[in-house]
Every structure is written in structure tokens, then in C-alpha cells.
């Protein structure tokens, strides 16, 4: 894909097309399709969809089927094809796509593929409703710019297809990023053996268009947890001394959870955003869940919360005569972004026309699962940096109105191209 007018003409197209067709996470398969279309338009030696891209047994937080039917069945009526349904059978979505010129560095690409569960704005103000490219999917949204994060991912296939690039460039298309479900499977595939340059990218952050962050410090571990406590129902007028409440249980493991002492050696995190407990109001409650979060500023400060929160819901489970189920459905570590490759990104970008400032390194403040993928390749002596490619946002990520500058499409796309092409220039990996 050049990045002549007509080609950055191409990329608001791209992006626009999967803004409309937003999926959740694990059910991907009409995004994957579409995905798969442009690869096979661009040619690749290699492409793995679904279960061939990773092993179905390692994803995180994995759904029921009856989760995934309705978006199959969407997919389908869509027109998606059929054998990558069949590829993406039980919810294993998203593809790798493999190009294979000769002798050189084995370089990777993570870009992920999920929306969130978002109306999205219709508002005259905004621009996808105003330029008719808002959401079709009710009650689900791309805000968080990951239709952003795939256009960049084809563009640099074909860039680099066109070039004179010697060595071997994999392009993960993640799913299940926002559920931190889709990194770990893909960092155990065999795709990621060998690979001795790994780029992740993310649009926007509250970073301006034109300004380019060339690596991210301080990702945050996190881990997901769904709890529940089981009690004993009663009459709550007749015979309260009947029952084990539940719901009280769930009140107690609240306070004791936000009641977790921070630690002294580093930022550590907490939340429980969703519960529901009970059936009516003179019942005593038998049945309570709860949706929560830990993060640590390192791995091992996340392993303190989460064993923190284990023992705060044990003990509100015991207090109120309740059994507890205490399961951790994701989980991502923190990586760093290695200097070496800062310093590429950086060089790289201040050659690109349309940017303005670059940053080195800036702190990242969340989590996100491509650390996964980050730790292996260093931990296999390769590099590996987190970027950002600024944008102009209206509203913050994860809301209702969240849109990009569509100058940044072409900005993400020649920065990690030239990343890709150029990387023996400024980078050399701490071993082969």
C-alpha cells in the first residue's frame, strides 16, 4: 500500500470498514474474514487462521459457545466464508500472516482486533455518524482505535512486500486484547520462535498527531478475577437466622478488597467493577458475583494483589458462612520496552515527513497482553518496544464519542514500516 493520496485514501477506507463491523473478544469472525481478504489480496507465504494461528488451550478468558453463536451466525450472514468459520470453530479468532524474502531478521508485528462493549455515539458531532461509518453492531464499538491498529498492520504487509526488505516479517492480528485473552496463546505459538524484533503499536494515548512515542516503560501487570459466593436462601422475615447470606459476603469482600494495604515497592491497583447478587427483597440472598481487577507496577506486585485479594475474599466467604469460587480468567505481565529499539524507532521516525516530535520513552500506565509476546522475545534474546503513534482524540479511549485524526493512519503506517525495513540499521539483538 503506498502512502501517495491515493493510498492514505485507501487506509481511511480500510479503517472506515472496520469501524462499522466492531466484534468482542473471541468472537472476531467476520473481522478475521475481512482480515483474511486483504492478506490474501496483498499474497503472503504463510497465513494461519484461528486454531492453525495458536493452540485453542491456551487462551484466556475463554467464553461459552452460547456466547459466541450470535456473532458466528452475524459473521455467516455477513458473508463470511465458511472454511474460516470452520478455521475459527469454538471462538478461535484471529490469523497470522507470514512473508518470507530470504536471508535476514525474523521481525514481528502485534496488532490486535477486538472492540468493546460500547453504543456508540450518533450524535451530528461525531464523525463517524456523521460521514456514515458508525458502528452497525449495536451496543458495541471500536474506542479504542484497534480498527486503527489493524489498517496498519495490512499496510505494513504490503509496504514491506513492495520494498526490497530481505529477511522474514510476521504480522500477529490479535484477538481478544480488551479481555486480555489473545496474548499469551499467540507468544506460545510456534510463530513467535526465532523472532528477533518484535513491534506492538498503539493509536493515540493522549498523544497529539504527529508525535510518535518510540518505546513504553511501566506497563502494568494485571489480572482479571471472577468470583462467586454460594450461600443459603430464607425467608428474610420469617426465619433470617435461616439463611448464609451471600450477599453480605460480597458487601464484606468490597471493603476488605479496597482495604488491601498498598506496598511500599512500587504502584499497585484494585477494582471490583461489576456485581450482582440476590433474587427479591425479603430473600436472603444465596447467590452473589463479582467482576474485579488487580495490577501491580511489576509482575510481582500483581502477584501480591492478586494473592491479597484471594485471602480478602476467602475471609468474607467464611465470615458469612458461604463457599467461594476464586478464578483468575487473564492475566499479563509487565515488559519494557528494550533501549536498542527505542532508539530505531526514534531514529526512524524523525525521517517520516508528517512527524513532528518524538518521544523516547514514556510511561504506559495500563496493561495490555502483547507484553506476553514483549517477554518472550526477550526472554528469547531478542528486542522488542511498545509504540505510539499520536493522534488528536476527541474524547478519551473506551467512550462513546472516542474517534482518531484519520492523518495518523498513514503517520502509524510509514513509521512501522520504515521500522521494519530499516531495523538491522540502528538495533542488534542480544543474541541470535
Known amino acids: 500500500m503506498d502512502m501517495t493520496e491515493s493510498g492514505s485514501d485507501r487506509l481511511v477506507e480500510l479503517r472506515r470498514g472496520f ?28 497465513l494461519a487462521v484461528g486454531r492453525e494461528a495458536y493452540d485453542p488451550g491456551d487462551r484466556m478468558a475463554v467464553l461459552d459457545d452460547d456466547a459466541s453463536e450470535p456473532w458466528l451466525t452475524r459473521a455467516r450472514e455477513r458473508g ?16 497470522v500472516a507470514v512473508l518470507d524474502r530470504g536471508a535476514g531478521p525474523s521481525i514481528g508485528l502485534r496488532v490486535d482486533i477486538d472492540g468493546l462493549f460500547i453504543e456508540e455515539s450518533d450524535a451530528s458531532t461525531h464523525q463517524p455518524a456523521r460521514e456514515g461509518f458508525r458502528s452497525e453492531v449495536e ?50 505459538s510456534r510463530f513467535i520462535e526465532d523472532i528477533e524484533y518484535l513491534f506492538a503499536a498503539h493509536v493515540g494515548l493522549d498523544h497529539p498527531t504527529g508525535r510518535v512515542v518510540a518505546g513504553i516503560e511501566r506497563a502494568l501487570a494485571m489480572c482479571h478475577v471472577d468470583a462467586t459466593f454460594e450461600g443459603i436462601s430464607a425467608h428474610a422475615g420469617k426465619a433470617p437466622h435461616e439463611g448464609e447470606n451471600a450477599m453480605q459476603a460480597l458487601g464484606t469482600a468490597i471493603s476488605n478488597a479496597y482495604g488491601i494495604p498498598r506496598h511500599g515497592e512500587g504502584m499497585t491497583r484494585v477494582n471490583l467493577g461489576y456485581c450482582e447478587a440476590g433474587s427479591a427483597s425479603n430473600v436472603i440472598a444465596d447467590h452473589a458475583h463479582v467482576e474485579a481487577e488487580a495490577r501491580g507496577e511489576t509482575t510481582e506486585l500483581m502477584e501480591y494483589m492478586k494473592r491479597r485479594l484471594r ?35 526514534a531514529t526512524v521516525a524523525a525521517d517520516v515527513d508528517a512527524v513532528d516530535d ?31 503513534i499520536g493522534t488528536d482524540h ?11 485524526d484519520e492523518r495518523s493512519l498513514r503517520i502509524g503506517a510509514e513509521v512501522l514500516a520504515e521500522a521494519v525495513c530499516r531495523v538491522g540499521e540502528h538495533s542488534e539483538p542480544t543474541a541470535s
Open 19 to 46: 469501524h462499522r463491523h466492531p466484534e468482542p473478544g473471541w468472537r472476531e469472525f467476520y473481522t478475521t474474514h475481512r482480515l483474511v481478504e486483504e492478506i490474501e489480496r496483498i499474497g503472503v507465504d504463510e
Open 394 to 404: 476527541p474524547s478519551a479511549h473506551h467512550t462513546s464519542t472516542f474517534d482518531i
Open 358 to 388: 518524538v518521544v523516547p520513552v514514556a510511561d504506559f500506565g495500563a496493561s495490555e497482553d502483547a507484553t506476553f509476546l514483549m517477554e518472550r522475545v526477550q526472554d528469547d534474546g531478542g528486542l522488542a518496544t511498545y509504540l505510539i
Open 139 to 188: 451496543g458495541t464499538m471500536h474506542a479504542c482505535g484497534h480498527d486503527v491498529h489493524m489498517t496498519w498492520g495490512l499496510a505494513v504487509l504490503e509496504r514491506v512486500k513492495a520494498s526490497d526488505f530481505s529477511g522474514r516479517l510476521t504480522v500477529f492480528f490479535q484477538p481478544a486484547e480488551e479481555i486480555s485473552g489473545g496474548g499469551f496463546p499467540m507468544a506460545k
Open 80 to 95: 463470511a466464508r465458511e472454511d474460516l468459520l470452520e478455521s475459527m470453530a469454538g471462538g478461535s479468532t484471529g490469523c
Open 311 to 345: 485471602r480478602a475474599f476467602d475471609g468474607a466467604a467464611h465470615a458469612h458462612g458461604c463457599d467461594l469460587s476464586f478464578e483468575v480468567i487473564s492475566e499479563s505481565p509487565r515488559a519494557d520496552s528494550d533501549p536498542a529499539l527505542i532508539d530505531h524507532v
